[in-house]
């Protein structure tokens, strides 16, 4: 079956412009996780959704990051008044229940230069 | 707070050799170990994970990992390796069986090169 993906690919932006980027889950996962991996700071957990539960924020870098998830499918993960340092790239991945609830299956991720 | 170490940042290997990836983890309490790869500009593909049960785990691509609870270490293993096992390989603890609600901590990751 399909598997997470993730768009874009690749984005190139401006310093101080909002980009946001898209994760569409596995079909039925109801866990969605944002991760951000740079060369610095290796990969590291940003939020987590479960179905349509309000998520902890507490993970996000700073105030100009945000996420959503609607209708407990895809999220967008938004970054306002970019800075170089967010160049990174953005992974995404989804959990289901069952058989699946054990495991986090990623998507290609989307690679975020900030100009 | 939980945490991973891979203390090997580059491992050169020649094709059809034996290959192991150190792995050392603190938490807690009980630990959920997992181990990707992920190949040049791709995502994260699941190798293998342990819960519990048989120390010894066998994964995809004739990967297998040892947990050892005194030595807090999940090292990876494979008895010959290919030239297409060149990659990032991260081994990661989370708590729950799937990462829960605080996601997965990963190592920073051990890059394979393997030698024709």
């Known amino acids: 079956g399909a598997g997470v993906s993730q768009s874009p690919s690749n984005k190139v932006t401006e310093k101080g412009k909002d980009v946001e980027l898209r994760c569409d889950p596995i079909s039925g996962h109801t866990a969605l996780y944002w991760y951000r991996q740079s060369l610095g700071q290796g990969l590291e957990f940003l939020i987590y959704f479960q179905g349509n539960s309000a998520p902890d924020k507490s993970g996000l870098p700073s105030d100009r990051f945000s996420a959503e998830r609607t209708g407990g499918s895809v999220s967008t993960l938004t970054i306002q008044r970019t800075q170089q340092e967010d160049s990174a790239v953005y992974l995404c991945?989804?959990?289901?229940?069952?058989?699946?609830?054990?495991?986090?299956?990623f998507g290609p991720g989307t690679r975020l230069t900030v100009l | 707070a939980q945490s991973v170490t891979q203390p090997d940042i580059h491992i050169t290997v020649s094709e059809g050799a034996s290959l192991e990836l150190r792995c050392n983890y603190s938490?807690?309490?009980?630990?959920?170990l997992f181990w990707y790869v992920q190949s040049p500009g791709q995502g994260l593909q699941l190798l293998l994970k342990?819960?519990?049960?048989?120390?010894l785990v066998q994964g995809i691509k004739g990967f297998e990992a040892e947990f050892k609870r005194s030595q807090s270490s999940f090292n990876l293993r494979k008895p010959s390796v290919h030239w297409s096992d060149a990659a990032e390989y991260f081994c990661a603890v989370g708590a729950g069986s799937g990462g829960g609600a605080d996601g997965l901590t990963f190592g920073k990751g051990t890059h394979l090169i393997i030698q024709p």
């Open positions: 938490y807690g309490a009980t630990p959920y």
């Open positions: 991945a989804s959990r289901g229940r069952g058989a699946e609830a054990d495991t986090q299956y």
């Open positions: 342990y819960f519990s049960g048989d120390t």
